[in-house]
């Protein structure tokens, strides 16, 4: 899926600094997630429940 489709939002854990700045974008069968220093490098792409688990061990 090309990464201009898709709707990109910033972590809220992302500081204004510009530094280590990650972007998820969401749909019914995936979550990507790539940097946002580097839209057009590689995104990671997981299902929901495997992005879900991940987050709920913050």
Do not use: N
Not at 4 to 11: H, P
Not at 47 to 55: G, K, N, R, V, Y
């Amino acid at each position: 899926m090309s990464g201009t489709a898709l709707q990109w939002f910033k972590s809220s854990y992302s500081g204004d600094e510009g530094g280590d700045c990650v972007e998820i974008a969401t749909q019914p069968t995936a979550v990507h997630v790539r940097d946002s220093k580097t839209p057009s490098g590689p995104q990671l792409t997981v299902a929901p429940d495997a992005w879900a688990a991940f987050i709920a061990q913050r």
